[in-house]
């Protein structure tokens, strides 16, 4: 989790480098540095508790760290969508950033898809309020995240890919 957790803060870091609006930057960098500390802090733990063993104190301790861990990657990707939606500039031709980039557009084009079915095929009530019933909710960056077999979490494919891990093809 600690790695997955590393992952997500460079994904984060390299969003908010292109995000064109500065306060969706600040955010997500602000979201990614909480992030990068609550991963240190559960490396830590875990060692702790791997040494010292069982303990009931060190158990919910370590379980407390899993449970921040995971909200605070819910804050990254809640900015990445903020950012992803005010638009982001170009990456500069680093493999990991035009992966992350993809990746966002791919995102994107599913929330936009998915807009315009909702728009075309709106449940309205008589005060012309869309009904909540039976909607279905609009894609987020975590659903497209848990939607992929592992296998295929590099996405897209880059033409030339380097020697070990880039960003998105690690379990987030």
Do not use: Y
Not at 46 to 60: D, F, M
Not at 80 to 104: I, N, T
Not at 133 to 145: D, F
């Amino acid at each position: 989790m600690v790695s997955d957790g590393q992952v997500v803060v460079k994904f984060g870091n390299i969003l908010a480098k292109h995000c064109l609006d500065q306060r969706c930057s600040t955010e997500l960098l602000r979201a990614a540095e909480h992030t990068q500390s609550i991963s240190s802090q559960l490396g830590i733990v875990a060692r702790v508790k791997a040494v010292t063993g069982e303990s009931k104190a060190s158990s919910e301790l370590l379980l407390s760290n899993v449970q921040n861990l995971i909200q605070a990657v819910q804050h990254v990707l809640r900015a990445a969508e903020a950012a992803c939606v005010k638009g982001l500039g170009q990456p500069s031709g680093d493999p990991e950033e035009e992966e992350v980039a993809a990746f966002c557009q791919q995102w994107r084009k599913n929330l936009t898809q998915h807009r315009a079915k909702e728009a075309l095929n709106s449940d309205r009530d008589e005060l012309g309020l869309r009904k909540t019933r039976g909607a279905k909710a609009e894609p987020t960056l975590m659903s497209l995240v848990q939607e992929q077999p592992p296998q295929s979490r590099n996405i897209p494919k880059h033409p030339n890919p380097r020697k070990g891990h880039t960003v998105m093809d690690r379990h987030l």
